[in-house]
Structure formats: C-alpha cells, structure tokens
C-alpha cells in the first residue's frame, strides 16, 4: 500500500515540477542547477521515477518557484512551510503563532 502512495505522489510531484519548470521558462538544467541537481535528475522527477525531495521543494520556494498545487497559508495566503517532509497548511510563521511560540510575524494580520 505505501508503494502506491509513494507512486502517486511521484505523479504528483511530477506535474508539479514540470509546471514549475516550463512557467519560469527554465530548461531541466537549469533548474537542476537551481537546486544543485543534474538536468537528468530533474528529468526523472517530471516522469515520476522519483520523488523530488523536500529541501528541493524549499529551495525552490526561496527561489520564488511555488509549487503549483500549494494554496498558500491558511491564515494568511503566504508561502507554505515544509518541514521534514511533512506538508503544512500553514507558513512558518502561522504555524510557530499556532504552536504558541509568538514571534515575530511578518505575514499574519494582528
């Protein structure tokens, strides 16, 4: 059953990257570079061989290539925050306020 799950989220990730890539105009190679992979590698995420990992996914946020089936942050419509490759629905900030560390928060509306 995991082996599915892994699957179909290889699927996913592969529409994903692909949006990714072709919206920004990018060539497998460069976006390789971006996140310090091969063209090749970038290529076997497009056709779902393999998962693209989650460090790659947060580079690419701090790049400002957002994945494409990310709604945002639910308080505040921000950049979602990955962390151990556990999708959030919350930004980092929303989801520290959330756990009741209170910082400083640069996206929520006080």
């Given at each position: 059953?995991a ?5 179909q989220?290889?699927?996913e ?10 919206t ?5 190679a460069?976006?390789?570079?971006k996140v310090?992979?091969s063209?090749r590698t ?7 061989l393999?998962r693209?990992?989650?460090w ?5 946020d701090?790049?400002?290539l957002?994945r494409?089936?990310a ?10 925050a990955?962390?151990a490759?556990?999708r959030?629905r919350?930004c980092?900030?929303?989801r520290r ?6 910082e400083?928060m640069?996206c929520?509306?006080?």
């Amino acid at each position: 059953m995991a082996t599915k799950n892994n699957e179909q989220r290889a699927k996913e990730d592969a529409e994903d990257i692909r949006a990714i890539r072709e919206t920004a105009g990018l060539s497998r190679a460069d976006l390789g570079q971006k996140v310090g992979r091969s063209g090749r590698t970038v290529e076997k995420w497009e056709q779902g061989l393999s998962r693209v990992p989650s460090w790659a996914w947060r580079l690419l946020d701090l790049e400002g290539l957002h994945r494409r089936r990310a709604k945002g942050c639910q308080a505040c419509g921000g950049p979602l925050a990955y962390g151990a490759g556990k999708r959030t629905r919350f930004c980092e900030a929303c989801r520290r306020k959330k756990q009741g560390r209170r910082e400083e928060m640069p996206c929520a509306d006080e």
